[in-house]
């Protein structure tokens, strides 16, 4: 089974500028998960989709961040504008309907200046 | 407000001994647990749960027990081998239906050595 993949898998931008990540689940995973990892801190969820629907996105900063699952599959995370505190790793992860726990990508690492 | 708590940053431990890992929550709602595993530039990989209802779960080398009333639970990891050295995330979870939002400690960087 692939695993969940993401791009880009570095990133360097100068602040105000914008981003987007982009997130392909595994086949078949219907609840996809985008975390923010700050180094030092365990990560943290931003959004969390159901098929395309959103289920959480309580701790999403919806002034400047955006998330979109277009019908039910690849994601996409996007910052506009960027500050210097998103600088982090961006994991999106993914789950089925019987499974235990997630299945995390590789991560794009966001580093602002 | 840190709902899963990882008090010690890192943890160094001699090949072949025991690592132990421990994590405490403060959400009583909490009723299931993970631990994930991640190397540098990985993401983490999911290594051992427990759900509310048991108080130890073993898998190989690896067991994590959990103390309902102490809101503590722990991660062993015996013999430890140089290929556990990685930074260990305990997680919680409202259910172990995997729709439920897991929240992260800030993780323990443990280091084996020879």
């Known amino acids: 089974e692939a695993g969940v993949a993401q791009s880009p898998r570095y990133k360097i931008i100068e602040k105000r500028q914008s981003v987007a990540f982009w997130c392909n689940p595994i086949?078949?995973?219907?609840?996809l998960y985008w975390y923010q990892q700050i180094l030092g801190q365990g990560p943290k969820l931003l959004i969390q989709?159901?098929?395309?629907?959103?289920?959480?996105d309580s701790q999403l900063p919806k002034d400047r961040f955006s998330a979109e699952r277009l019908k039910g599959v690849d994601s996409t995370l996007k910052i506009q504008p960027a500050k210097l505190e998103d600088s982090a790793v961006y994991l999106c992860?993914?789950?089925?309907?019987?499974?235990?726990?997630?299945?995390f990508g590789s991560g794009t690492r966001l580093t602002v200046v | 407000d840190q709902q899963v708590k990882q008090n010690s940053p890192s943890l160094s431990v001699q090949e072949g001994r025991i690592s132990i890992l421990n994590c405490d929550y403060t959400?009583?709602?909490?009723?299931?647990f993970l631990w994930y595993k991640k190397y540098p530039a990985e993401g983490p990989t999911f290594l051992i749960s427990?759900?509310?209802?048991?108080d130890k779960n073993e898998d190989g080398r690896f067991t994590v027990f959990l103390n309902k009333s102490a809101k503590h639970l722990s991660l062993h990891i015996v013999p430890s081998q140089p290929g556990d050295s990685a930074v260990y995330f305990c997680?919680?979870?409202?259910?172990?239906?995997?729709?439920?939002?897991?929240?992260f400690g800030s993780g323990t960087r443990l280091s084996i050595r020879p």
């Open positions: 992860a993914s789950s089925s309907a019987s499974g235990y726990g997630y299945t």
């Open positions: 086949s078949g995973h219907a609840t």
């Open positions: 989709f159901q098929n395309n629907g959103v289920v959480d």
């Open positions: 959400n009583s709602m909490f009723d299931y």
């Open positions: 427990i759900s509310s209802i048991k």
């Open positions: 997680a919680a979870s409202g259910g172990a239906w995997s729709a439920s939002k897991i929240i």
